[in-house]
């Protein structure tokens, strides 16, 4: 789905820090959306964080910076880091080039699947309404 000139796949899952939860079985892949991205501009470095870390939904799991600013990046779901993308540590443009697919952040076993409920689809009216309040916030209208 295309919202204000953003991508963001109908099949995915997202929250309101921007990133994206593709699920497969019990296995949640999270990456940085296509507003994220364009907002950082070039990503020149990824905090990669070590496997069979334990992580919780919000709460801090990494570090992603750019020319313009530090940001973190938090667990969109709790559970156990499986695997970080480590092609991101020689190459963290694949975060710009191919937010949803090359430039995942992590994979994590998820401890529960019930916390999908606190995330939105992209054809969820909120979403549309945040991504709305983001432009204006950081003067992208």
Not at 14 to 24: G, L, P
Not at 72 to 78: E, N, Q, T
Not at 97 to 106: A, F, I, N, T
Not at 111 to 134: G, V
């Amino acid at each position: 789905m295309n919202i204000a000139g953003y991508e963001f796949p109908d099949d995915l899952y997202y929250d309101k820090n921007h990133s994206w939860a593709r699920v497969e079985g019990n296995t949640v892949t999270q990456g940085m959306t296509d507003f994220a991205q364009k907002l950082a501009k070039e990503i020149v470095f990824v905090e990669i964080p070590r496997a069979n870390r334990p992580v919780e939904q919000g709460k801090p799991v990494m570090s992603v910076e750019s020319g313009k600013w530090v940001g973190r990046i938090f667990a969109i779901v709790s559970g156990k880091i499986l695997q970080a993308n480590g092609e991101l540590e020689s190459t963290p443009t694949l975060i710009n080039d191919s937010p949803y697919d090359e430039g995942w952040l992590v994979k994590t076993e998820a401890s529960t699947l019930d916390e999908l409920k606190n995330l939105m689809r992209a054809n969820d009216p909120a979403f549309a309404e945040l991504i709305k309040s983001e432009m204006v916030k950081y003067n992208l209208t």
